[in-house]
Nanobody, 130 residues
Framework: QVQLIESGGGLVQAGGSLTLSCAAS??????????MGWFRQVPGKEREFVAT????????YYADFVKGRFTISRDNAKNTVVLQMNSLKPEDTAVYYC?????????????????????WGQGTQVTVSS
């Protein structure tokens, strides 16, 4: 029903940077009322929370392991969310997924929880070499 398309993944050396983008259809008028999040997953392991941003773009929350390195932002005029990743480490290697919570409840126990999100992109691979 809702398509989210990630892009920007690739191969980078440790210490480098990547910018991931997530886009919903430009025809989607409800984007500005969604909480948007980024999660990542390594094969064989559970998908984990990375970062989230409120519908207004003024509230953000980050996993401890990315604080100070990653920045999440959104442009509601373009229906996009961006994850700027700096100082990348080999342990950041994963498939990164964009997700939308259409209910938009803002609380740490909600916006960091996998099952609270309603729609998911197909993921983009990030590989960090040592």
């Amino acid at each position: 029903q809702v398509q989210l398309i990630e892009s920007g993944g690739g191969l980078v050396q440790a210490g480098g940077s990547l910018t991931l983008s997530c886009a919903a259809s430009e025809r989607e008028r409800a984007f500005g009322s969604w909480v948007m999040g980024w999660f990542r997953q390594v094969p064989g392991k559970e998908r984990e929370f990375v970062a989230t941003i409120g519908w207004s773009g003024t509230r953000m929350y980050y996993a401890d392991f990315v604080k100070g390195r990653f920045t999440i932002s959104r442009d509601n005029a373009k229906n996009t969310v961006v994850l700027q990743m700096n100082s990348l480490k080999p342990e950041d290697t994963a498939v990164y997924y964009c997700a939308a919570d259409v209910n938009g409840r803002w609380a740490p126990e909600v916006v960091t929880t996998l099952h609270e999100y309603d729609f998911w992109g197909q993921g983009t691979q990030v590989t960090v070499s040592s």
